[in-house]
């Protein structure tokens, strides 16, 4: 006789016990991404449905950023965006503003309350109010040719692009 255990995740997948870190390889230190002058912008990394749908039924509690030399008065947050379109993040789930950062350096987020990871693609953004000229809030990886082409996503308005693909931001 045949039979199979169902845990309800998909693909079967056993119910998580681990704590994993999910990311693209870099270290993020070697350039920084920065806006002529002051405004609101967004850096994003996607993780598709391809990578995430193993950690369906875990919950993402913390997100690490680098921030390269941002200005004290930026307004610099958080943000975990759904499934959406292949170039663009859905709707979005949680923002929460850091009350306090250090730069350069990594920074940690830990959410009120874990979001619940459902295999589908899911978007971690930066949001920066960048307030003053000539602040490089955003550290990006310094070799533009190791780039993971879901970890490079940038939007100043509604559309999203690569920053590698931008040959106007410096």
Not at 29 to 39: E, I
Not at 101 to 106: K, L, M
Not at 118 to 130: K, L, P
């Amino acid at each position: 006789e045949e039979f199979a255990i169902s845990t309800g995740k998909p693909g079967g997948a056993p119910e998580p016990t681990e704590d994993v870190t999910i990311h693209y390889p870099g270290d993020n230190t070697g350039n920084s991404v920065v806006l002529t002058n002051p405004g609101e912008w967004r850096g994003a990394a996607k993780f598709p449905a391809s990578m995430m749908n193993q950690y369906a039924g875990m919950e993402l509690s913390e997100v690490m950023v680098y921030l390269a030399s941002p200005t004290d008065g930026d307004d610099i947050s958080v943000q975990i965006y759904g499934m959406g379109l292949d170039y663009a993040p859905g709707d979005l789930i949680v923002e929460e503003f850091f009350s306090s950062f250090t730069y350069p350096d990594w920074n940690y987020m830990n959410f009120a309350s874990p979001i619940p990871i459902t295999g589908e693609d899911i978007w971690v953004s930066i949001y920066i109010n960048q307030t003053q000229t000539e602040s490089f809030p955003l550290g990006i990886d310094g070799d533009p040719t190791g780039y993971n082409i879901n970890g490079d996503w940038f939007s100043t308005g509604p559309g999203w692009g690569h920053v590698t693909d931008n040959p106007d931001i410096d």
